[in-house]
């Protein structure tokens, strides 16, 4: 499949049908898988033959989407997860433990943060966030030698900083460590990170890979090309012997392409359990199959909603990386020349009160917590997303008391448009 282009993987990746077979994925719903002995499926949790026999582990049905998802992004391999927030922790905790040290860009995810500077740091990993458009010496300053990776988010959701991935890539492999990135907003139609040095990639697939609000889910894919091996007193868990598998080592017996990827699977999932349910998976893939088309399409309503609201004197301020003059807008020319995604997100004259205000007498567009959806969303995050941050931590994220995110869906433009309108005349 690696041939064809991307809107190609989209429909046909990951699966295909034997003589007979189903022509979409099937579901399999099974918690378990039958063996005829005992001795084929001790080679299973032997780790010496592959196979499937509990869900928690491993499915089928998400395994297929796991691979679609790997194609697309130009990956070895892939593993579904109940949630974005699971695929976060997953990529992080599957290479660092209690000790290490991660440098995080500041522009993430509130949940990331928080899950990042409160709940891994309890767990005994510090976390170091510098701003995506810091000096390169602050970014060379914030290593310390029990670093284990950096991580970033392509499009920072909701402070929409795109990061300069290739500045980042260079930075950690410097220091002989993988950069992972989170594209969810930019997806692998708009950004394939693993082209600009990315080692890892993550997912919150609730989000455009869904695209219909309909499940909660993640993703994690790995590059294959980060060389493991090259540091193994900084990667032991990848490169000595596990013990939990008779001695098994990772980038021995699965090489760099599968190594992360099977021990997240066969040491995480097994311990932890965030899997995604094959229900889930398929309706992932449903979302995937017309990804290309449907992200075309919020890119243009997001470019056409920028210019209006842009042009619009009852406006402060607009943040769109497709708008000439926009901060990131040569980063945007650069990492998404085809379009970034669907989310602006602007700050109206007058402040929270005006926000609130404005939010509360749109029609079409609904008040969620949720983003990069089919159907047009917006949010005010410091008073839900991002409620747990001061004021100064929202500033590092790049979130301001006034910014209201607005998601774009796939409805027309004209409509989200006029929407708009309506609603700033009643502030
Ligand atoms: C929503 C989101 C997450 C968390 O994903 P869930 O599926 O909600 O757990 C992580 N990163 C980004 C960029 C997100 O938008």
Redesign the pocket.
């Given at each position: 499949m690696s041939n064809y282009k991307t809107g190609t993987k989209c429909v046909q990746a990951g699966y295909s049908p034997k003589n007979g077979e189903p022509r979409q994925i099937p579901i399999y719903q099974s918690t378990t898988f039958k063996y005829d002995t005992s001795e084929e499926m001790g080679k299973l949790f032997d780790l010496e033959a592959s196979g499937y026999f509990y869900s928690r582990l491993q499915n089928p049905t998400n395994d297929c989407v796991a691979a679609r998802i790997a194609e697309l992004e130009g990956g070895s391999a892939a593993m579904l997860t109940s949630?974005?927030?699971?695929a976060?922790f997953y990529s992080v905790f599957n290479i660092a433990s209690c000790g290490d040290h991660i440098v995080s860009s500041s522009a993430?995810?509130g949940?990331?943060y928080n899950l990042f500077a409160v709940t891994m740091k309890r767990m005994g990993i510090e976390f170091t966030f510098v701003a995506p458009d810091c000096s390169d010496e602050e970014l060379e300053k914030a290593f310390r030698p029990n670093t284990k990776a950096v991580f970033g988010?392509t499009i920072a959701?909701p402070a929409l900083d795109v990061l300069d991935i290739e500045r980042f890539a260079n930075a950690a492999h410097k220091h002989g460590v993988p950069l992972i990135i989170?594209n969810?907003?930019a997806t692998p139609i708009n950004c394939r990170p693993f082209e600009w040095g990315a080692d890892i990639v993550t997912h919150?697939?609730?989000?455009y890979m869904d695209g219909h609000a309909s499940g909660?889910?993640?993703c994690i894919v790995d590059s294959g090309k980060f060389d493991w091996t090259k540091y193994p007193d900084k990667f032991p868990g990848l490169c000595t012997p596990d013990n939990s598998y008779h001695g098994v080592t990772y980038t021995e017996r699965f090489g760099l392409e599968g190594a992360y990827i099977t021990k997240a699977t066969v040491q995480l999932m097994r311990d932890l359990g965030s899997i995604q349910s094959p229900q889930n998976a398929y309706l992932i893939n449903l979302g995937l199959e017309s990804l290309q088309l449907r992200m075309k399409r919020h890119c243009e309503n997001a470019q056409a909603v920028a210019e209006y609201v842009k042009a619009h004197d009852k406006i402060e301020w607009v943040r769109y990386c497709g708008l000439e003059g926009d901060k990131n807008y040569a980063l945007g020319q650069k990492y998404l020349p085809n379009g970034s995604c669907g989310v602006i997100s602007f700050g109206v004259k007058g402040g929270r009160k005006a926000a609130e205000t404005f939010m509360k007498n749109l029609k079409l567009a609904s008040i969620e917590t949720h983003?990069?959806d089919s159907k047009t969303c917006c949010l005010h995050p410091a008073s839900a997303t991002h409620r747990q941050m001061n004021d100064d931590e929202l500033r590092g994220a790049g979130v301001s008391p006034d910014l209201i995110r607005f998601s774009c869906g796939i409805e027309e433009k004209e409509d989200i448009i006029a929407d708009i309108a309506q609603a700033l005349q009643t502030i």
């Open positions: 949630s974005g927030q699971a976060s993430i995810y949940g990331t988010e959701n989170d969810t907003f919150s697939t609730t989000k909660v889910g993640g983003v990069a």
